[in-house]
């Protein structure tokens, strides 16, 4: 059979998102022979991996890591990653379905859900995504103005210059949210510096931290220790810490009918519930630092005048429809920082099919809708496909049911590849843009372990796009 016989015409499959599910998308596709497939994994950042490296809490190693089996897969033949590369902006959805054969999107959830409440907006109240984006080094909270213009990082408009103030400035910290990034992010803000020097945070971040206040940290929980969605493992890594103390009230431990059929029923649950019991059960030790759990508390109002000086919070109890009502008794608490942890939130991309009240691309099985109908070449996976749950792992799975409806669909005749190699490429160079191929990010990540090394660390996180394009540059390319 000659190469050019449409039986062995690959299908070209764009894959919007380097982070986890379009890379686990990418294993799907390249783990089958019965399609060949060429797969281009495009990202809007220089670097994959997504929140496997701007979400994942810095000293969380042994997770972080699942990058080099993503990365292994971005290795595979059949399989290109084009960074650097804003579909929606750069080349538009449409222009990219008609230079492919099939557009897969796993762009995620790049946003979060707001509390709705007074005085969300004030400077010193933060979403989880802003906190996590600035102590992970994420460009878009590290603009390159910084680097160059302003290297100690106190202009205005600089919002990575903003959040290391808040930080350096802060004593009291409020987290609202009881799922595992509250947890990180509580517990970024208790660690020291030193206790931090073994991550790869950048090294700005790493200073910022140095030069950290913060010594008490309350978390805010809307129903009680037997509704959270921490895993127990990241609960327990709290009560690890020395020096700190853990405060949880025991009337919060007191359990309602409702909180005990939680408990009988959901194993994590019961787990949770036991350590913040010992917890409990701990006299305080006079730590420099603590960590204040608040159930049934819910915020009403962020108070201050022109920034953040406490929250407003109300008692709740869990009402006769099972939905969480306020009891009107108010108390406050103060504090100069809040972040609010209670769920990120996928965006809408222009030219993409979006369900405003989930946050999602609406589909059947991975299978786009669009128009009340399956689009035949847009799939979708990962958090822009289910909403923000689930660990690493549920991408896998995600992306595998997603990759089976698309090899069905091109069974069936529905999807047939048209001949694409090249187009993509060819559209690119047309517009002047130079994608950063896998060899890039090698160069990048090579320059990360050197600059770790020459600071006594393992790796040290390139914060700002200009240094990140600038490593990325083949030492024989012009700068200009
Ligand atoms: C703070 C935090 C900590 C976490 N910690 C853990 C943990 O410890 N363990 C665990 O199992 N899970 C953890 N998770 C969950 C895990 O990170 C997610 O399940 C996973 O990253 C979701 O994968 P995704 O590919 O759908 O989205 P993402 O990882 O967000 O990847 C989406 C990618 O799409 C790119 N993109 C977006 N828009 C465009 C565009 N227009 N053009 C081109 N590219 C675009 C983004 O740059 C990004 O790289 C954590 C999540 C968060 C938020």
New binding site residues.
Partial sequence: MSVDSPARTPLVVAV?????????AAEALTAQSAVPVEVVV????PV??????????PD?HS?RS?RNTLERTLERPGVAFYGD?????DVTVEELRGAVDVVLY?????SDRRLGIPGEDLPGSLG??EF?NWY?GHPDVHPDAHTEADPGGTADADPGAQIARLVRESRTAVVVGVG??AL??ARVLVKSADELADTDMAEEVLASLAGKRVDTVHVLGRRGPAYTAFTTK?LRELGQLPDLDLVVSAEDLEFDASSLAVVGQDKVAARNVAVMREWAARPPTGASRRIVLHFWTRPTRVLGEDHVTGVELERTVIGSDGYVDGTGELSTVEADLVVRSVG?RGVA?PGVPYDASTGRVPHAEGRVIRDDGFSPDEYV?????RG????????KS?AVETVASLLTDVDAGRVVPRGRSGALDRLLVGRGLHALDLPAWHRIDAAEVALGTSHGRLRTTLAHRVELLAAARHPGDDPA
């Fill in positions: 919007i998102g380097a982070g986890p599910s379009g890379i686990y495009l990202d809007r950042l994959p991996f997504g929140l496997v490296r701007y979400g994942v809490a969380h997770i699942i590369v804003t579909i929606g902006r796993a762009y995620g959830a790049g989880a995504p996590v992970c595992n990034v990180d992010v990241e990120y991309l996976t990962g958090w822009i496909k923000p749950t689930g660990v690493i792992g549920t991408n995600d």
